[in-house]
């Protein structure tokens, strides 16, 4: 199948024409994140500034899974170096997780926003069911590259667009889930998204909230 422009209908949104074939071993990193900056799976792409793909080492022990990019982000090209980012950082050196040792993604590699005018603030809109699904075939790849022991699911899309549209963070939040994922067995953390800790009105408890989940997930790998 040969890539598309965003034409298709809705449903038929995908990454998957433009995703390198790893059948038979031999995809890199970089040749993944070469392919996904000309990614036009959905509509997304369009009003973006640039994909932003994962980054981290091939080697890496722990996969942590986002949203999307934010804004700083779309800008920098790189995920987690806005606010949400910096307190994740935060969190998990507290955690005893070395942020350099992960490798760090999201499940939407494309901003999506609103903006009442050109110039003005790009406000964060949350993915559709269906951008997650176009924007799967990628996470699937980073997965079989990484090969993670562990993934740290940041937030409600993240857990959806790997474990299913009725994930709820609140009911498995610092829990160790085993399941299948793209084919391969996987031990997940989830817990909140860092965002949802700067909203917070209690930001000292919803951060010592994320700090300690982080901290589940460390053990793990200790
Ligand atoms: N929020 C996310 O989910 N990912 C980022 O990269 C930045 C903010």
Redesign the pocket.
Known sequence: MSPRTTTAPEDQYTAAPFVPDGKGGGVTLPALREAAAACQGCPLHRNATQT?FGTGRATARVMLV?????DQ?DRQGK????P??RLLDRALEEAGLDPADAYVT?AVKHFKFTQSEPRKRRIHKAPTLREMTACAPWLAAELTVVEPELIVI??A??GKALLGSSFKVTEVRGTVLEREIHGRPERLVPTV???SVLRSDDRETAYQGLVGDLKVAARLLS
Do not use: C, D, R, Y
């Open positions: 932003v986002g949203e999307q990019p934010g982000e995920p987690f170096v806005g949400a980012g999201n940041l937030g899309t993240a998204h860092p965002s």
